[in-house]
Nanobody
């Protein structure tokens, strides 16, 4: 089993909402910051959200600030990304990532396999 497994991707209408989930295994996630990355078609993977190890600090890319919310449930070993008011530019692959630091912006070296999101009008 991979240590980071994303789910919840799919097709979503412009302006709609979607919630991504990341199941964490094989390491103590409550010690580390976690993040979400976005890779648009033909572009490089970019960080979009980070949450500290205890969930008391978050950072967001300007492109998703005010629309996306990252959260975590350490006892359940889960990380989430709530996506609201999605835009065309949100189309792409979304990756969950683990940091080697406790706080954001994080230093990420481990990613899941990604889950696709397609925004349609």
């Amino acid at each position: 089993q991979l240590p980071l497994v994303e789910s919840g991707g799919g097709m979503v209408q412009f302006g709609g909402s979607l919630r991504l989930s990341c199941a964490v295994s094989r390491f103590a996630m409550d010690h580390w910051a976690m993040g979400w990355f976005h890779q648009a078609p033909g572009k490089e993977r970019e960080p979009i959200a980070c949450i500290s190890s205890l969930g008391d600090g978050t950072t967001y890319a300007d492109s998703v600030q005010g629309r996306f919310t990252i959260s975590r449930a350490n006892p359940k070993r889960m990380v989430y990304l709530q996506m609201d008011n999605v835009q065309s530019g949100d189309t792409g692959l979304y990756y969950c990532a683990a940091s080697s630091t406790t706080d954001c912006p994080g230093r990420f070296g481990s990613w899941g396999q990604g889950t696709p999101v397609i925004v349609f009008s």
